[in-house]
């Protein structure tokens, strides 16, 4: 059956540094692959869309990789900050289905 | 611009008692709908999702279902709910299937 891995439940760092996130999924090939941000009692906001056939996709501070070769997905937070601190949620599109299948998050923490 | 509404933010209801948790959308039309459950520290489960008035799709057997009655109105509910229906309830629309998804604020429910 498909599953998504997030690489640990809870990632602790120093303010200023480069949070790594790792999204590895199995027995899938997903068409695109998105990212979310949790915070503590509210509904995930989306940041980033990555398509199969795309490698990297930017958005200020945010980097996401897609390696379909290593079934892999990498979410990186330049010079994290504080506000960073939240829960991030990868996403993938479920063949021949009109929705999302979810990985369980990982909590990141950053410290001042 | 688009923004989706979900109430109650926290309900606590008896074992036995009926649910109805309502989610409607503003600023767009057809939109896909999703229901979502979150249990602490897992993922997001899927429970229904819709792609028009009427439609339907379930993901889980339970003792809940769903409605759209209207365009951007969707529905959750139970005739009689169980100690395992407690859980953060939330809501979702996207454009379509593989577009982002847009998450209300979720219900906190909780079974006694």
């Known amino acids: 059956s498909q599953k998504i891995e997030q690489n640990s439940e809870a990632l602790n760092i120093q303010e200023g540094k480069t949070a790594t996130l790792t999204c590895n999924y199995t027995n899938y090939s997903p068409a695109y692959l998105q990212w979310y941000r949790q915070d503590p009692e509210r509904g995930p906001v989306f940041l980033l869309l990555?398509?199969?056939?795309?490698k990297e996709k930017r958005k200020e501070r945010l980097k996401v990789t897609f390696d379909t070769t290593l079934k892999q997905s990498l979410f990186h937070i330049t010079a994290s900050q504080p506000a960073d601190s939240a829960t991030y949620l990868c996403a993938l599109d479920r063949a021949g289905a009109n929705n999302l299948f979810f990985g369980t998050g990982t909590r990141l923490t950053v410290i001042p | 611009s688009q923004t989706i509404h979900q109430w109650p933010a926290t309900l606590v209801q008896p074992v036995g008692s009926p649910l109805s948790l309502e989610c409607t959308v503003e600023g767009t039309s057809n939109p896909n709908l999703y229901w979502y459950r979150q249990a602490a520290g897992r993922g997001l489960q899927l429970l229904f999702y819709s792609v028009g008035i009427g439609q339907i799709s379930s993901e889980v057997p339970q003792n809940l279902s769903a409605s759209r009655p209207q365009d951007r109105q969707f529905i959750l509910s139970s005739k009689k709910l169980l100690l395992s229906d407690s859980g953060f309830y939330l809501c979702?629309?996207?454009?379509?299937?593989?577009?982002?998804?847009?998450f209300g604020d979720g219900t906190r429910l909780s079974i006694l």
């Open positions: 990555i398509r199969e056939n795309e």
């Open positions: 979702a629309w996207s454009p379509y299937y593989n577009q982002p998804q847009h």
